[in-house]
T-cell receptor, first 115, second 111 residues
């Protein structure tokens, strides 16, 4: 199993540009998440999905959009990039049911700089 | 609102000097508490899950314990390769089961 994969690893954007961060998992997990991590600030949840076709906002959703058409893929779209979106982005997945929840598995991250 | 506070923010140890990291939490019914390790430039890596007070888990030099208000990550005779940021997350019963993360403890172990 490759686990959770993210592309690209690094990206530099100009203000106002758009891009999509890709995330794929091969563990058949139902839950998927997008986080951003700024120095000393911990992980902040952007969006999450509890299954294909179902997404919901997290703590910091403004400026981002997501979709989940398959179990495996959960892309994050940045529209009109701003310097405040400079951060490291992590995708994660987990298996959760009403009976119990398992740990999250994280991808290697995408380091994004907006200039 | 669920809250997770980790202390200290940073910890420097000499190789072999045992210590503990703290994760205090406030949650309306604990479903699970998770510990992760994060190396610089990498994503968090799962270490342990604890579900109920009194539970303990061990892995090499690490031991996690849980009470009704906090969890400790005990590091026995640490080595430089244990240097990392350690994250704690709690998951509450009910709702969306989305975990709440603490800001982490940055551990540096000097040889």
């Amino acid at each position: 199993n490759a686990g959770v994969t993210q592309t690209p690893k690094f990206r530099i954007l100009k203000i106002g540009q758009s891009m999509t961060l890709q995330c794929t998992q091969d563990m058949n997990h139902n839950y998927m998440y997008w986080y951003r991590q700024d120095p000393g600030m911990g992980l902040k949840l952007i969006y999450y999905s509890v299954g294909a076709g179902i997404t919901d906002k997290g703590e910091v959703p403004n400026g981002y959009n997501v979709s989940r058409s398959t179990t495996e893929d959960f892309p994050l779209r940045l529209e009109l990039a701003a310097p405040s979106q400079t951060s490291v982005y992590f995708c994660a997945s987990s298996y959760s049911t009403a009976a119990g929840s398992k740990a999250q598995y994280f991808g290697p991250g995408t380091r994004l700089t907006v200039l | 609102e669920d809250q997770v506070t980790q202390s200290p923010e940073a910890l420097r140890l000499q190789e072999g000097e045992s210590s503990s990291l703290n994760c205090s939490y406030t949650v309306s019914g604990l479903r699970g508490l998770f510990w992760y390790r994060q190396d610089p430039g990498k994503g968090p890596e799962f270490l342990f899950t604890l579900y109920s007070a009194g539970e303990e888990k061990e892995k090499e030099r690490l031991k996690a314990t849980l009470t009704k208000k906090e969890s400790f990550l005990h590091i026995t005779a640490p080595k430089p390769e244990d240097s990392a940021t350690y994250l704690c997350a709690v998951q509450a019963r009910g709702g969306s089961y989305i975990p709440t993360f603490g800001r982490g403890t940055s551990l540096i172990v000097h040889p």
